[in-house]
């Protein structure tokens, strides 16, 4: 940027609806509805009220590094209000990891919307930070609000292959004894590799009241729990909640059943 101009609006400021909005009447600034409270506003128009070195306004504003989760794509969304009265510009940039900044989307014409960006994410990349760049001479207005970065889960790398449950009866046949569950389950990579060691977490849901379960698989990728369900309660829910082996992710899109629904057997075994 170059030195002076109007001070506040030197760059990409951060201001309030009404404190912008009364900077100048009637240039359209009363059209920004899609802000809330504090947004950021790069004002060439205003800037140039005030006299300053040779040079346009140029000035980008920087995001956070937003952390990724290894999906190949991510979305953004953002309010925006770009409002041409001469030669500017409005580019959205995005950058992985530090690298060069990629262009997603540019403004040449007035704009009032909330927009929603596509990104296809470069494998192995950790963090994202985007950046909008703003050019012009008392030439209007760009306003940035409510940035948001989020992607979809990334493809499972484990998968419970099978679940599996039986059922005795601890007590007289068709009596409302207690009764006994056996589940057994088995990991596998998403490449159908046997995984020694995965932590799995179940509930076990009966008469409204939740058990804990927690094994750990052999080396054939085999678990199993045991429990007990009390007297007088026929039904019961066993739901796979957590699925963990190091840095293997388990989203349980893979899995073929992750909830069995259980009934007490009439006889000894069921």
Do not use: C
Not at 51 to 79: C, E, I, M, R, W
Not at 196 to 207: M, R
Not at 245 to 270: C, I, K, S, W
């Amino acid at each position: 940027m170059p030195a002076g101009g109007v001070t506040e609006w030197r760059g990409w400021s951060f201001a309030t609806d009404e404190f912008w909005t009364n900077a100048e009447r009637g240039q359209g600034r009363e059209t920004n509805v899609r802000a809330r409270n504090v947004f950021a506003v790069a004002d060439s128009d205003e800037w140039d009220d005030k006299a300053h070195d040779a040079g346009q306004f140029d000035s980008t504003l920087v995001s956070p590094a937003y952390k990724l989760n290894g999906a190949a794509k991510a979305t953004v969304s953002y309010a925006t209000n770009y409002r041409v009265d001469g030669p500017q510009s409005g580019d959205v940039y995005v950058s992985y990891d530090g690298g060069t900044p990629q262009l997603v989307k540019s403004y040449r014409s007035d704009a009032n919307t909330v927009e929603r960006l596509e990104l296809a994410v470069p494998a192995g990349a950790k963090s994202a930070r985007l950046s909008f760049r703003y050019t012009g001479t008392n030439s209007a207005f760009w306003t940035i609000d409510q940035v948001a970065f989020g992607q979809p889960d990334p493809p499972s790398q484990l998968a419970l292959t099978s679940l599996e449950a039986g059922t005795e009866l601890l007590g007289r046949p068709g009596s409302d004894a207690a009764w006994k569950v056996t589940t057994n389950g088995v990991v596998k990579t998403a490449h159908g590799k046997p995984v020694k060691d995965a932590k799995v977490t179940a509930e076990l849901t009966a008469g409204g009241r939740v058990q804990k379960l927690t094994g750990t698989t052999k080396k054939d990728g085999s678990v199993r729990f045991r429990t007990t369900v009390p007297r007088g309660i026929a039904e019961a829910t066993l739901t796979v909640t957590d699925v963990r082996y190091q840095h293997l992710a388990h989203y349980g899109e893979l899995d073929p059943v992750l909830t069995l629904d259980l009934t007490r057997p009439t006889g000894h075994r069921g």
